[in-house]
């Protein structure tokens, strides 16, 4: 469910970074450092999202998330850093490690990265995995539109970590504190990230069926609202419509409908290029596998 934003440079543009960062260290100026560093992991993860190349992000991500783990390891206390740390570390994990212990153990890395970021950097912002509910209801409820940058990614990541975690229990009953942070980034920025929150929630409302405490139809309101903020360009609402909404309903005729739309959109859009086309890859599978799903 995280947006897949995996950091790939290449050689002469990494040098081009490293010369001053050297240079800053040895004189001393470690704010300096700290702030380069930080902006250096932000646009690292920000570039590859114009990528269509899924191929060579997988191959590249590794050693630039070695990269960022080692930055986060020089600047402990930087929260843009260690925020962007979490960014990378969950996306990768959630897009590429097929492994359960790795990707438990890059989700945890992540969930703990911005859960710092976020004591750092908020009032009042240490423990919310842990706090008792209704005084983290009441913490959300004072947060402010210029929070919800670091609130949407804390959700994200923590979304990411109980995805790597959905065998225990106890990973899976704070879906509702990350179902409650959405919630909050919708009603504060309803179109941050093409309408990302409202993709969340769509996904939280259909992982089970109406029998079992699923409301797939309020589901199906959020994704239409991640379409339409879009304008239907971010490609994956319309997967996770057609994946989590219309084959949980069976309904094969608004499955295919989306999925068609997906295959035959340009992928192209600004800050979304390399989501768009992961996202067409998954069509494909998904119209592939259609006869023998419904």
């Known amino acids: 469910m995280a947006r897949i934003v995996v950091p790939m440079m290449p050689g002469p543009a990494a040098r081009r970074v490293f010369l001053p960062l050297m240079l800053l260290s040895l004189s001393g100026c470690m704010s300096m450092v700290a702030s380069f560093t930080a902006g250096f992991a932000r646009d690292l993860g920000d570039s590859i999202l114009d990528s269509p190349d899924v191929q060579m992000v997988q ?3 590794p050693a630039y998330l070695l990269l960022v783990d080692a930055m986060v390891k020089k600047n402990p206390d930087n929260a843009e850093l260690l925020a962007q740390s979490a960014r990378l570390n969950s996306a990768y994990a959630t897009a590429f490690v097929s492994d359960p ?38 913490w959300l409820a004072k947060r402010t539109v210029k929070d919800v940058p670091e609130l949407y990614q804390l959700g994200s990541v923590w979304a990411g970590w109980i995805q790597a975690n959905s065998d225990d229990f106890a ?8 179902k409650a942070l959405m919630a909050r980034v919708a009603e504060l920025d309803p179109t941050y990230d093409y309408g990302g929150a409202y993709l969340y929630l769509g996904v939280f409302e259909t992982l089970l069926p109406p029998s079992l405490g699923g409301r797939p139809e309020v589901g199906r309101s959020h994704f239409e609202k991640a379409i339409e903020i879009s304008d239907g360009k971010f490609l994956m609402a319309k997967v ?53 799903y419904f």
């Open 240 to 292: 996770m419509y057609a994946d989590q909404y219309a084959r949980l309903m069976f309904d094969r005729e608004l499955h295919d409908r989306l999925l068609h739309e997906v295959v035959a959109a340009d992928p192209n859009v600004p800050g979304l290029t390399l989501i768009n086309t992961v996202a067409q890859q998954r069509a494909d599978e998904l119209l592939e596998s259609a006869d023998d």
């Open 59 to 61: 191959e590249g991500a």
């Open 171 to 178: 990973a899976i009953a704070e879906l509702g504190r990350v």
């Open 101 to 138: 212990a790795r990707a438990k153990m890059l989700a945890a890395n992540a969930l703990n990265d911005m859960g710092h970021a976020v004591c750092l950097n908020m009032k009042d912002g240490c423990e919310l995995r842990t706090r008792p509910y209704e005084a983290y209801e009441a």
